[in-house]
Structures are given as C-alpha cells and as structure tokens.
C-alpha cells in the first residue's frame, strides 16, 4: 500500500511496508529485508527521541537504500539460492531466472552505490515507488528542475555501471 | 526542437511525464537527431531494466508490544510455479542454466574476492549434503532430470540442490 498522497506521520509503521520494500529491491531475500528493517527501526526511534525527521519518508528510504546497500556489500556474491540451515529455498519462477534477478539487483545495488545519496532516492522514487518528479520534488524539498537533473545524472551513471553487463549479453 | 530543448525534457519523456503537447516535436528531433536518440535509448533501456527487478511479495506489518512482526501473505507464497512453463523450457533449461552459471562465473571472479567464494562453498557443501541425504530415499536421479523436476510445481529439495552444484561446478 502507498503513502503517496498521506500526510506524513511519524509512526514507523504506516511505512514499514515501504521500508521493507526498498531493503527487499536491492537484497531480494526476505530475512536480509527483514534484519534491514529491523535496523532502520532502531536507527528511526534512537533519531526520534531528539526530533522526528521532518521528511519522515524521504529519511527513511535514505536511511534504508545505504543500509541495504551495506549488506548487499557484505554478501558479496553469495548463491542466489537461499541455502539456510538444512534449507533451500527458491524465490522465483525457475532456477535461471532466479540467478538472472540475483545478478542484476547485485549490479544495481552496485551503479546505486556510486550515487550521491539525493540522486539515489530520486531515482528509487521515480523507479519503484512511481511518484511524479513534482511529488518528489515535495517530499525531498527540492526544486523540480533540480530532481530532473537528478534523475537523469543518476540514470546516466546507471547505465554506466549496467554496460558491461549488456556487452555481455550482445552475442558478437 | 533543438538538442538542448530535447535534452530538457527528457526526464519528463522517460518518467513518462511528458504533456501530450509536446510529443510532437520531441518524437520528431528523436528521429532526427542520432546523438540525442542514443543518448534517449541507452537512459531509457537503463530505466527499463532497473524497473523489470522484481519488488517484494506483499507483507502485512503488526506490532506486538514495542515490536514489530513482518509476515509474508499466504496468497502470494513464494513457490515455483509451472504454469510459467512452456513445453520447450525444460529442454532449452541446461543451456539457459549454463548460461547464467557462466555470469555467475563473472561476478565471482569480477573482483568479489575470497569471501563471496568461501560463501558459496558452504552453500554448495550444505547442497551436497541434501543430495546425499535425498539420495538414501529413492536413489540417484540425473542432472537433466532435476532441472526438469526443478521446474515443476512440487520440486524436491535434492533437484534444486543438485542444479546449485551443476553451476558451481561449471563456475570452478
Ligand atoms: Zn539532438
């Protein structure tokens, strides 16, 4: 469920879904997404107890993407099939697609990385969460033409980082 | 419309913002111009793969107390599916399975280090072990054999595991 639109609050649940959608973009495993969420929540009260973040929304998916961008750095390139305890899990269709998500969420994470935090949320706004650059512009405090800027500096190193990757796939 | 007019709106075109109005002239210097259409189909292939990553399965949040509890919904259980099968999948599936394995061979040798392999190793020695395991029960199956049997509805924990180590041996 979205809360484009609500006013903000500063309770941590009217946004744990989106939190946990963020962590679960760039980790794809819902026990890492989880330990994220988890973290974020801590950070979140330890940040309230002196003041609520005035942007509670556009705070947290910042907070969240670095977050989640550090344990994807943890992983490194760990299976993509869960193998926990005695164990497997498959999370998608088959076996090859499962892999082929697993590789590119790790190449994005990646390009994310190289992203100065603004541009990173405006895209993982415009990108996963659909709002319009003038909805961003709201939540972020930013000028509009500065959010487009954003997007597409941010977009640009995307591709970048995504090259070699099609390179790959382009059969010569 | 000139390059620097096309250039300013084209995060407009990519979010998909872009007003009725001004589609003519910018389809036009999009077909015009071979600079600014490469530079529009490299930014627009890059915001189209970041979108085609998979999002999380829905979770509905609950507090307990001062925690709280995240559960993935029933309905959109995580499971293999077969009706995403067509005939010819499991035939094209060892190549499809190769394939992704050589990427995988990729990343891992692309600079993850040490770590990323010894991870592996253990998901692929707890692989072994459910293979040995499974194998007591109703002997020993081909390769070919559990991927198709991976692919179905109901797969076996020894088919997945058996694929696991069918692409860590072709990434060693
Ligand atoms: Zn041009």
Known sequence: ???IGKPPTDRFEDYTSEVYGWAFRLLGRHHDALDVVQEVFLRWNTQCRSAAPDRPRGWLRRVTLNRAIDVRRQRHGQAAIDVTGDEVQIRYEDVAACLDHETLRNDITLALDQLSDVQRSVLVAKTYDEMTFAQIAGELGLA???VKTHYLRALRTVHDRLQPRWAKETPS | MNCETFESLMADALGDELAPGQHPAF????AACTTCRQ???????TAATMHSLPGPQRVTVRREGSRL??????????????????????????????RYAAGLLIAFTGGYGFHAVIMARDAIRTAETIVQADKQDDGETSLQGSIVQAHSRK??????????????????
Do not use: N
């Open chain 1, 1 to 3: 469920m979205s809360t």
């Open chain 1, 144 to 146: 509009l033409s500065t």
């Open chain 2, 27 to 30: 389809d036009e210097h999009l």
């Open chain 2, 39 to 45: 530079e529009f189909e490299s930014l627009r292939a």
């Open chain 2, 69 to 98: 509890v995240l559960e993935e919904r029933s309905d959109h259980q995580l499971r293999l599916d077969a009706s995403h099968q067509k005939p010819s999948t499991a035939a094209s599936s060892p190549l499809k399975i190769l």
């Open chain 2, 155 to 172: 797969p076996k924990r020894s088919d997945l595991a058996k694929c696991l180590i069918a692409m860590s041996a072709r990434k060693r």
